[in-house]
């Protein structure tokens, strides 16, 4: 005869050594492991980690294809940047000084990095390669939130929230690319800090940033101090608001119910105990007191399903593939470290990181257009579009639709309009990256390799 694991137990092991576990148990998890709807809520708002989402979402919201995973992989880049930073801040120096073996100190402990010091190159390859990363995930995020308008209310704050957000993730990666002191880093900031001279006001931010008339050691403390504690600081509040706005909005953008979903697998719904005679229009609320299979109360919340575990296993998974692709990538790839940085001699080219070279790019036309006037008019355009879809329905009085959904036919000169503005700085970005070499030339990218780009 077939015998369970917990018939064993209860044979092998004597009942008040169990009840002593179970006791022990409660003390760290005050839920049952068993997949009733009870359980399922109690494992969402019991614990620590896991309460600030919800325990039902919209099952719309449960499917790749919504999201792609991309706030969730620049959120796990956040992390991993995080916890590789602190470590890397254990052996790091932003100093300048000439040290003993000839070198900057910033510098020669970059070089202890990746000779010296146990596992050193790996997580300042990790370190470095998440933040370009992140850059990227943080903009795809943002285009995948609006080619499916979900930055339509009641988003629009939330939009906001993001646009500071990306914002700042570049200017993170921004002031860390300054810390290893080499010539990449010393011209790759000159480069930057000298477009921030030509806009209105610029001058002063520059002198803030610098703390002198050019990039040097006042600079790199101050750089180093926003990277490490000001920036950071300030992004996990913003990212803090963003997911608290998430849920305050109602969840994640979907698409307006339609009748063939109306019906949700009863295994969804899972099942609960305690009867009682209460009402409520949210399902969650009642799983604590009604008994038999959770009850269905309108429409809405026909289509939400527990955040347990369907939810937390896809963000688990999600959160292993980003550690190993970035650790992959870490084992594989070097992070670029070039001469020390020697203000001297100029790098000819001297390119900004990928992510400002489209604006370099456009500056080589013309200083103030290209440098100042249209980077600001498409983040101002950025962050308003939300607000100009709002004035738009007040004055035309019509309803903007199609939100939760990709490319929506309701929402084609946006997403034209979109489409057109990624084309152009794409393009900036493959000819500044790929086609520049020295004096800014026009050249075939196998010429820049061998010669002239970074
Ligand atoms: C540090 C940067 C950011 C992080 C960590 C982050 C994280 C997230 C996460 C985890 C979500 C849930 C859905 C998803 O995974 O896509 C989300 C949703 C959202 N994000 Fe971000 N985000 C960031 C930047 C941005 C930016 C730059 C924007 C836009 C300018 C933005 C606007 C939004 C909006 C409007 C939503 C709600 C979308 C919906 O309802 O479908 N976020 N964000």
Request: charged share 15%.
């Amino acid at each position: 005869m077939a015998i369970d694991a917990k018939q064993l137990m209860e044979k092998l092991v004597p009942e008040k050594v169990r009840e002593l576990v179970r006791v022990y148990l409660k003390t760290f998890f005050r839920h049952d492991f068993d997949l009733t709807g009870l359980t399922k809520s109690k494992i969402m708002f019991s614990n620590f980690l896991l309460h600030i989402q919800p325990v039902k979402v919209h099952r719309h919201s449960l499917q790749f294809r919504t999201t792609l995973g991309l706030g969730l992989i620049a959120f796990y880049l956040f992390l991993i940047l995080c916890v590789s930073g602190i470590l890397l801040m254990f052996h790091y120096v932003p100093s300048d000084t000439i040290g003993p073996d000839g070198f900057p100190v910033a510098y020669q402990r970059m070089l202890n990095l990746r000779s010296n010091i146990f596992w050193g190159s790996f997580l300042r390859n990790m370190h470095r390669w998440s933040a370009h990363a992140m850059v990227a995930a943080v903009w795809l995020h943002m285009l995948r939130v609006f080619f499916t308008g979900a930055y339509s209310r009641p988003r629009e704050f939330n939009w906001l929230i993001g646009c500071v957000l990306g914002l700042l993730t570049i200017f993170m990666s921004y002031t860390g690319y300054l810390l290893p002191w080499d010539q990449l880093a010393y011209w790759g900031v000159k480069v930057g800090t000298e477009i921030a001279r030509i806009a209105p006001g610029g001058a002063i931010i520059r002198q803030f940033l610098l703390g002198d008339s050019d990039v040097g050691s006042e600079a790199l403390l101050r750089f180093y101090v926003l990277h490490v504690a000001v920036l950071p600081s300030v992004m996990a509040l913003l990212i803090g608001m963003h997911f608290w706005r998430i849920r305050k909005d109602g969840g994640l953008a979907h698409p307006e119910t339609l009748d063939e979903d109306k019906l949700i697998p009863v295994d969804e719904c899972g099942t609960v105990k305690n009867a009682s005679a209460f009402h409520s229009t949210r399902s969650y609320k009642l799983v604590e007191v009604v008994k038999g299979t959770e009850p269905k109360v309108d429409e809405p919340v026909d289509q939400m399903v527990f955040a347990w575990p369907k939810l937390i296993v896809r963000e688990v998974v999600l959160f292993m593939l980003v550690l190993a692709a970035v650790s992959l990538v870490a084992v594989w790839f070097d992070a670029p470290l070039e001469g020390p940085a020697n203000p001297a001699q100029p790098e000819n080219p001297a390119k900004a990181p990928w992510y400002f070279i489209g604006l370099q790019e456009l500056t080589s036309y013309n200083g103030f257009i290209g440098g100042v006037a249209i980077p600001g008019a498409l983040v101002l355009l950025a962050m308003i579009v939300p607000y100009v879809e709002i004035a738009f329905g007040v004055f035309m009085n019509k309803k903007i639709r199609g939100s939760g959904v990709w490319f929506s036919r309701y929402r084609w000169p946006q997403n034209l309009v979109c489409i057109s503005v990624t084309l152009l700085m794409l393009y900036l970005i493959i000819v500044g990256s790929l086609f520049r070499g020295p004096n800014w030339d026009f050249m075939m990218p196998w010429e820049v390799l061998s010669g002239g780009g970074h």
